[in-house]
């Protein structure tokens, strides 16, 4: 931490700061620039707040050296994480893995019929919500354990590890009973109990990143779940809120380097809510290929317009095979498999 | 809902969707302008997804006209809501509402100072967090119900009421039984399971607008309580995320106008965390009042320098009792008390 | 400048960027702490680009210390600067200054009409476009000089300062000869040329904020002007983009306290642009003047419904007089006058 | 143009808008559903502001149906746009497209050196800023006419077409003189003057979209100089500002299927500016190809880290070449040529 002092403070203005510092139990080191005067805090200090260091007399404002995030970086372990799902495919590694399917469970067939097709296609996992979080408490809020049941049944009859979501403390056995991954949802990225309660089971974790937050706080999000014992945590980029009118949300596609440069952990990319226009997917499923994404969480439907959620963003069976296709070209191209 | 179509589509594009939105029960209504072809679907849609006709051929783009929220509209209820606490006080209404205390319930000296301190200022209620959302898990977590404790206490002393935070539905009961208004933070504004729980309690609810949600989000998030029976929803606006970083969080008071014009229900501004420098507290708290705004959350502590959590915002009983009094004087102007 | 290492760099990484920065003829300091290194570059780096350090190797991220701007900060000058017009009035002080008019001149009734009823309710400048930036090149682009000798006529009937906008550098001339305030708009603000042509006139500048510049951007805006020998620079907040769609533009109030604390210079609010809506700017008035601003640029016009550009953000010359009253009374409430 | 009207209005207030839209010249059409009544005005609106029928008594909101760009649009030319260049090269078509070079132009050394190592792997056309646009005044301004002077010379050794910025109206002929594309900055996209006079030359314009441009702006900002007879438009996408803090910039490139979806224009992408951190640069040159965009706007530095300008984001000669091979690749996979 970097105390920066504003200039003409005086000797007992910076005498302050370092006694601040050491009642932290921290070392000070003091500086004396040509314009100003800093004071360095030396020592670990994730877990302190010492933001107040700001009100004290003098001080123009501080600046943080050390990173927050721990386990989930680089720094502890320098490898790539990849995470083993139980129908052996992998998430992280030279594999780019796709998982694929409804927004929400409707019904049997619908469920089946996108399975198998993203199964021939080439997928490896399965995704769909039983459990929906919905902006309007007017609207179609899933089937519930029923759907759950369902994707157990699409499992078992085209062998997809099944990937859905969970949305309350109340719900996590239920889900883990028959997800093979757990997804924590945009708007739960910041409820922490939930990700805590995630870590405490022994299943992959599908975290998505908070439409506004920033990287650190998705690999702390990513360190409440791996501080209760559970390190399999795959990172999802879903796009975040900007000014942008075009999309409905803006694709940050260099949080695939990002990532890459800070943590060990597979991120994959969600193109459908990353842009909320099906006519975008193929283009940003490539583009994230290409840039190093681990894998694909996309929105497949067999009737997108009479789709009972997210039908705008959802792609068809058939633009989904044709896609596959694209990405298995590029996959030779850049050294990956699809 | 308004569909727009493509330049140049044929006859059959156009009957297409005018098969989709009977499908959908609702009435059509196609007009031929000079360039385009619209289609307007009559009816009421809140609760249908028909986003998907997006992806109909030759169909460009929808526009909602309904607004999807209605018990917390002013269509459904004129005159502004006014929420009654036990102590007597009012959120909404003539007076405006002063709630201030500490972020962080620390311990019992810290919380009956600042309490007794707001008290004598004017404040009507006593915030201060027991179970702490923090993004980071190294750091404080809050005292739990041994804090719920002390507020009680506090509250005894000073006859404030007790607003504080209930983070996960299993602490529902236990936060309800301490505090007189349930707080939302806002990470969990789309928990919608959170909002629910809230709901089938009989406590006012502060809910704070998530800090990239949308206002017709935000309104939506309120009904998800007062669709459960409880209509004393307090709307708390307390900063969005953009690109400025001279504030943590930009405040746009321009929501104190908008809710205004579109909802019933009081809003109140959090300037602490609106800004997240406490020598601009002040100065928002009288723009807050000024606005039209129905009252503050604000954080005081009484040695700020020394607070475990958000210091750096928090602004010293001192500033906090010179405050009340420039709220006082600019109260008169506008026909208002404090 | 402080060069933050990554954890496990070499001596030599150190040396290296030791190195580096000697070249760039400042000093070296080396602080080893627990977990990280970093270098301190002491010496005043204002229009070096060092950032380069940041590929060297093992190094992590380069934080800045100085702020960039000089002659518009309080290190400069402290005490607040006054602008005196040629109109006797001021901007910047005790007196809350307001200047109101039309988005756009379009013709002697619309500008006199609306000039006598500004003046009659307290403004003491006229607003008003005769050069217009467009987006929309199909849009009406303002009458050029034939309004400039409108703005200069309706002056002489009223005494009120003329404030308007100046586009390119060959209008400056001509804009200069007429106004007594030339207005730089937002489009503009990084039009750096522009900027230094402004510097050269011997005219007060109302410089608006980029609609997404940052606070020291809008700084060093102002210090090409001033660097030209022109020191009356009047700041003005017009609002950022956003994700907020219930505004055109989201209104961030807390700048008011951050440029008193950072420069000596005034800044006034425009809160028509600053929300799109007519019926949110008399709220947004008051609250600029509880919050501190130095005064307001209103957009105002006899007949809103008819008005060629911007009418949806002008309020009518009614509510104007309506809201100067309402100011005057918070302006006692605050020592200011109105 | 749909105007909705509030819940409960009368028909008198139906009648007053509909006898707005007349005055417009436009053709009126009410629709009554269930819960509002909507009055579609029928009629190209396109240069007209009606904006202010949302201030008409009982009028909610307003929704424009069409867009208001034309030239720039897929309806009014179909097929993709080719623009050529003098050397023979093109942006647009099955040819992706690289230029790059230095963000500055420092030195007759590190040009050549620059442009004849991008040549080799592969580049058509050499970048480089002789008049920089420079967010402070205290830093390097650019070379001006002898940096122009140096860009042919490399030309001439090289073959490559020259792009650099043009920054104000009276630079325009001496920049056209010596380069084969005009540049137009990001912080120039809304100086509508400059474009207006980079449409009077006949030379392409590279014009890169203001950092918080709306899709529709930067389309219109096409069409400021398409109006003016000269149709050689590449759009540049150079990042946006967002709350993301791990970029200097947020880059989005849906904008790539985006602007194929509206436009005939071709679009390439800016990853330096688009990134801010050379480290990133790779992988997102990879992604933009993946995606659909038809060149490459790149910062290559022999030296970055003593570049005078950008060295934090350009990328060395030798990464380029590497890069450049890379995207050899993929572009055999995507049908594309490199």
């Known amino acids: 931490m970097i105390v920066v002092m504003k200039p003409g403070c005086a000797q007992q203005d910076v005498d302050h700061v370092v006694e601040l510092i050491r009642q932290y139990g921290l070392k000070d080191h003091v500086i ?26 003098m001080v123009d ?27 052996g495919a992998t998430m992280g590694g030279k594999k780019f893995s796709v998982i694929a399917g409804p927004c929400s469970v409707e019904d049997e067939k619908q469920l089946l019929t996108t399975a198998e097709a993203v199964k021939k296609a080439g997928a490896i996992g399965l995704r769909g919500g039983a459990f929906k979080p919905r902006t309007n408490p007017y609207e179609f809020q899933g089937l519930g354990e029923a759907g759950l049941k369902l994707l157990a049944k699409a499992r078992e009859v085209t062998g997809l590890a099944v990937c859905t979501e969970v949305m309350s403390i109340d719900q996590m056995d239920l889900v883990a009973h028959y997800a093979d991954i757990l997804q924590i949802g945009t708007r739960n ?10 870590g ?50 803006t694709l940050p596609l260099a949080i ?5 440069n800070e943590s060990h952990l597979p991120i994959v990319i969600d193109p459908s809510q990353g842009t909320g226009h099906a006519y975008m997917v193929p283009s940003m499923c ?8 681990d894998g694909l969480l996309i929105e497949v439907h067999p009737d997108p317009e009479h789709a009972m959620t997210d039908g705008a963003q959802s792609i068809t069976t058939d633009t989904f095979a044709k896609t596959m296709e694209e990405l298995r070209r590029i996959a030779d191209a850049v050294d990956r498999e699809v």
Chains 1, 2, 3, 4 share one sequence.
């Not at 975290?207 to 945590?233: D, H, P, T």
């Not at 695939?256 to 890459?260: E, N, R, T, W």
């Not at 490539?286 to 994404?293: C, H, M, R, V």
Request: aromatic share 4%.
């Open 286 to 293: 490539k583009a994230s290929l290409a840039a190093g994404a």
């Open 189 to 198: 990225m910041h409820n922490f109990n939930l990700l805590a309660a995630a």
């Open 61 to 87: 404002n501080m600046v943080p050296i050390l990173k927050p995030y721990k386990v989930a970086s680089k720094e502890v372990k320098r490898e790539p994480s990849v995470i083993r799902l139980p129908n």
């Open 200 to 249: 405490k089971t022994q299943k992959p974790v599908m975290l998505k990143r908070g439409w506004s937050a920033e990287l650190k706080e998705f690999l702390l999000a990513a360190e409440y779940i791996m501080n209760e014992g559970n390190q399999q945590v795959i990172l999802c980029e879903r796009g975040i809120r900007t000014h942008e009118q075009y999309v409905r949300n």
């Open 256 to 260: 695939i380097p990002a990532v890459k």
């Open 32 to 57: 004396v620039g040509t314009d100003r005067t800093v004071v360095a805090a030396i020592g670990d200090k994730r877990g302190l707040d010492m933001s107040a260091i700001e009100n004290a007399p």
